[in-house]
């Protein structure tokens, strides 16, 4: 059963979906910088090239000659195997880390496609939502249609109910198709 379950909860779970929605939206977001990218690039393109034509090859050639010596000269191969090591722990510790960077940044964005998606079907965020239950005071008179369902309720036998909403208005629907 746990298979089943897994592949349940896999096949219910919509992050990759909202996941793939914050990548549209990202997207979608970059790609209206782009001309400006492009108008950009037009205007600083001329000084760029002229700087590479002016560049002086041996001049380049001479500095990076002096790099790779300074380079060579720097590697003690007594040290090498120490070097390798270090090189190879520290390999896994950034791997490690950008790991989790990456998992940070896939929450990030299926947080963000969870909230497009909402905008894109015109539905409220839930931000707003629990920022006006905390604001707005409960309402003492319950709806009408609350008590009749009620006391149809109290006449079945009592089953597991589902927490408590804060909106009386969910609770009344709620209540009213429990009633049926």
Same mark, same amino acid.
């Given at each position: 059963?746990?298979?089943?379950? #897994?592949? &349940?909860?896999?096949?219910? #779970? ?10 549209? #939206? ?5 790609? &209206? ?6 108008? %950009? !690039? ?18 380049? %050639? ?22 390798? %090591?270090?090189?190879? !722990? ?24 969870? %909230? ?23 309402? #003492? ?14 006449? &079945? ?24």
């Amino acid at each position: 059963m746990a298979i089943a379950d #897994d592949l &349940k909860k896999t096949l219910t #779970d919509p992050t990759p979906l909202y996941f793939a929605a914050g990548t549209a #939206d990202l997207a979608v977001q970059q790609a &209206k910088k782009v001309p400006d990218l492009i108008e %950009q !690039l037009r205007a600083e393109a001329p000084a760029r090239i002229e700087a590479v034509k002016n560049t002086d090859p041996k001049a380049v %050639q001479e500095a990076v000659t002096a790099k790779f010596a300074e380079v060579l000269g720097a590697i003690d191969p007594k040290k090498l195997g120490e070097t390798a %090591q270090d090189l190879a !722990l520290r390999g896994v510790g950034v791997a490690a880390e950008y790991a989790v960077r990456a998992k940070e940044t896939y929450d990030k964005v299926a947080v963000h496609g969870e %909230q497009a998606v909402r905008t894109w079907r015109g539905e409220v965020s839930a931000e707003i939502v629990d920022i006006a239950v905390a604001v707005e005071p409960e309402a #003492d008179a319950e709806p009408a249609s609350e008590p009749a369902a009620e006391a149809a309720a109290a006449d &079945k036998p009592v089953a597991k109910k589902a927490p408590a909403r804060k909106s009386t208005a969910k609770k009344a629907v709620v209540t009213a198709d429990d009633a049926s």
